[in-house]
């Protein structure tokens, strides 16, 4: 397997643009921020998650680079949503006690603007909590401050014992 990995590295880099060079140590760096704990998902660490969380918000930013743009060379509105839910998803399982967890159960996202520039940030607020669902919202902007993408998400609370089976 190690043989093949090499192989297929040799093969990537040997005739990549600076761009794909970048764009693949991105990914690498990524990999390596989820192996060495920095991030608790894949998804956070090749997105270069950063995150912070208080009580009754999480703020999630990401770097924007060749790696989340669209054909168009904007942010890809993907990855726009995957972030939403990432700080949406976070700041519910914050607000649970232990052996609970809280998965999507429905996301609405209204893109606003295109995603350009340095950064985004995506800043979820709790709605409602009850015993078995959660409503957030979420606003993501970009570095400049304009506004691209509003959302709200629906989470069912579920137990997680028996999830990993």
């Known amino acids: 397997m190690d043989k093949e990995i090499m192989e297929l590295f040799d093969k990537c880099t040997n005739q990549a643009t600076d761009e794909e060079l ?3 140590k991105s990914l690498l760096q990524g990999f390596h921020k989820k192996q060495t704990g920095q991030n608790s998902s894949y ?3 090749l997105l270069q998650m950063e995150r912070s969380i208080t009580d009754d918000e999480c703020i999630l930013t990401i770097p924007l680079t060749p790696l ?3 054909p168009l060379g904007i942010l890809h509105g993907g990855i726009t949503a995957t972030v939403i ?3 949406m998803g976070t700041l519910a399982a914050s607000l649970l006690p232990d052996g609970f967890g809280a998965v999507t159960t429905q996301l609405n996202v209204h893109y606003l603007s295109v ?3 340095d950064y985004v940030t995506c800043r979820a607020n709790i709605d409602h909590k009850g015993t078995k669902t959660m409503v957030l919202s979420a606003d993501v902007h970009r570095a400049d401050g304009r506004k691209i993408a509003q959302a709200t998400g629906s989470f069912f609370i579920i137990e997680k014992k028996g999830v990993n089976k």
């Open 22 to 24: 970048e764009v693949l």
């Open 43 to 45: 998804i956070g660490g």
């Open 68 to 70: 989340v743009d669209n």
């Open 85 to 87: 839910d990432s700080a």
């Open 115 to 117: 995603g350009k520039g």
